[in-house]
């Protein structure tokens, strides 16, 4: 009966002296061990050596007996020590596996969303959305991807973009949900030694007057034409171009004017004015299609550029 006593009282120091040691302790020990250097093993752990010394010691004390042979000359491991270091490489490489196990469940919880964005659309509002969003949803990553208004009914229905936010004017295929975010006014813009600078607002016959530089992929151009045209008005179109990076450098070096959202990525960087006679004809719009079932990471999406302010 003795006997067993004193084995279970043994098996007990036993488990008490694993349970006592920490991670670091055993990270310590085998820089060490594979170091015989405290001082290389400290520089390696990125911890002072007194606090290396200090950690195995007390590593030494909770097993109770010593790992390595101490001189001034070198470190050796005890045959003690050497009987630890293949329970602690075990340990060590377990932690390993373990740390690589979460970090690939972390990354298999991420979501991740395609938005389509038309070109014609400045981040002014959407910068500030987009921050808030990753704030709120970590876990949701998003691709931003630069589209123009007739390639995104395609992407949409061949599941390139889980949904899109763009400028619709006529009415929606029924094959796609639209949900309105907000409406802009249209502004004319012009290079800031331009006459328009000294006015209150500009009318639409004035800006028939100007030559005029036509941006091809923005989707209200067919109804402004149509507008100025049931107006009696012809534009003096000078240049047309699909690329808003040319028209901007147009618009700044005096060659022309031109008719843009409030919200257009070039607005910030060339002077403008209200047009006084024409009609808001620019409402952004989030698109979804409705046969594709709405994934947990969209619908969170969603329902934060519902509730958005976006004025």
Known sequence: MAVIASGYCELFRARKAFLSMEINQIRYFLAVANKLNFTSAAKECAVSQPALSKAIRKLEDNLGGDL??????????????????IHFERIDDN????????????????????????????????SNFLHNFRVANPNIEITLHD????????????????????????????????????????????????????????HLAQVANEPYLDRLHCEFRDDFLSFTKASGLELNIVLRSEREDWILDMLQNGTGISVLPTSSVMLNMVAHKKISDLPNLRRLELVLTRSEPVSSALAVFRDAACSENWQ
């Open 147 to 202: 589209v123009t208004a007739s390639s995104i009914p395609e992407l949409l229905l061949a599941k390139k973009l889980d949904c899109a936010i763009c400028a619709r004017n006529a009415q929606h295929d029924t094959r796609f949900q639209a949900i309105e975010l907000y409406s802009e006014t249209m502004v004319v813009a012009f290079s800031t030694g331009h006459r328009f600078a000294d006015f209150d607002e500009v």
């Open 68 to 85: 390595f042979e101490r001189d001034k000359q070198k470190v050796e491991l005890t045959d003690f020590g050497r009987t630890m270091r």
């Open 95 to 126: 932690l390993r596996k373990a740390s690589e196990a979460a970090q690939t469940a972390n990354k298999a919880r991420i979501e991740r969303l395609n938005i389509g964005v038309m070109c014609t659309i400045g981040p002014h509002r959407f």
